[in-house]
């Protein structure tokens, strides 16, 4: 990178690591259950984005409103039947994800498959708390949008608030669409089944599975999961030195300048290391889930383990999965170069 682009990046990552330090005091302030929640939606927002961060966090709101909602729906109305929720959850994901590949608001119905997901987990787990749960998730999100929009607004990073409509034809139906939505469903369900038969963390696993399978093909899909668990190491690493300062000088500013510092550092690397960069973006999402945590938890390593047992579960099920599944590519198509020109007096056979 030049130096003027380094120079943005590294303004672009003060700003950032700020932002969401400020959601961190702000959601603690304020007695927020998921606290963690509204640090990483600030930083997911604002770190890398397609169009602007202004719709992005949007798009967020909207798409984890509709997941909730969804989510709710099953937990409350078809709990004790598991056969026609897992039905509804395959029809659900199968159309959030082809509304997703034709591209209209397409991060938003991305996050309402994640979160259909992620409410019918929890109010499996724990029907008696599955609306507090939900109302806590959506105020999190709310909170960490809305700092990361003033922050935006406030350093002259973004000044409109258009949206920004772009996407495919829905009609006639696309069969390769319809095909990897088909397949995305189907490998949630099995990752849902084998991670409770192994009693192991569903919600994760299932989450990764979407995050994963969106990819064109099956390497970029190993890439991805590479990519994922490189940054949750990072973020593990940094969470242990947290954990050993913060044991030796326990006092909350310095909790804040740790976290700073270490989202600083991802959001650096999001947008400075190229095809890497997704190691980066990770190394952002999993550092307030390990350190943004309540007394009882910090200092423990747990949210970090089971985020990588979710990581290991979904890959190996969605390589499973993608190998057998028809249409689904094994590799990026390799395009033939165009034959060279012909040169002055020769013929062209």
Not at 143 to 150: E, F, K, T
Not at 260 to 266: E, N, P, S, T, W
């Amino acid at each position: 990178m030049s130096v003027p682009d380094l120079r943005d990046a590294t303004f672009h990552a003060l700003a950032t690591a700020a932002a969401s330090v400020l959601s961190f005091i702000l959601a603690e302030w304020i007695g927020l259950e998921r606290t963690n929640l509204a640090v990483w939606t600030t930083f997911l927002v604002m770190a890398q984005y397609g169009f602007t961060s202004f719709q992005k966090g949007l798009e967020r709101v909207v798409g984890r409103g509709l997941g909730i909602l969804a989510g709710l729906i099953l937990t409350t109305w078809f709990n004790e039947m598991p056969l026609v929720v897992f039905g509804l959850i395959v029809v659900l994901l199968t159309s959030f994800l082809y509304l997703y590949f034709a591209g209209w608001m397409a991060y938003t119905f991305l996050q309402a498959g994640l979160y259909v997901v992620a409410v019918f987990q929890i109010g499996h787990a724990n029907p008696t708390r599955v609306v507090g749960e939900s109302e806590e998730l959506f105020a999190a999100v709310v909170v960490g949008v809305v700092v990361a929009d003033i922050v935006n607004w406030l350093i002259g990073a973004e000044r409109e608030v258009g949206i920004q409509l772009t996407g495919s034809p829905l009609w006639p139906l696309r069969g390769d669409w319809v095909s990897q939505s088909l397949m995305l469903s189907v490998t949630v369900l099995f990752t849902l089944v084998a991670a409770r038969a192994a009693d192991l963390p569903a919600e994760n696993a299932a989450i990764s599975v979407l995050v994963l399978t969106v990819s064109p093909h099956l390497q970029a899909l190993i890439q991805k999961g590479e990519l994922r668990i490189a940054g949750l190491v990072m973020a593990t690493l940094w969470s242990i030195a947290t954990f050993l300062l913060i044991g030796l000088l326990p006092y909350f500013p310095l909790l804040v300048v740790l976290v700073f510092l270490g989202l600083f550092v991802a959001t650096y690397l999001t947008l400075t290391t190229g095809k890497y960069a997704y190691a980066g973006l990770q190394m952002g999402l999993v550092l307030p889930m390990v350190v943004v945590v309540g007394p009882a938890e910090f200092g423990r390593l747990m949210p970090a383990v089971q985020r990588l047992t979710g990581i290991v579960i979904g890959l190996a099920v969605s390589v499973i999965v993608a190998s057998l599944w028809p249409r689904f590519p094994l590799a990026e198509p390799v395009v033939a170069p165009p034959p060279p020109a012909a040169m002055p007096g020769e013929i062209d056979v």
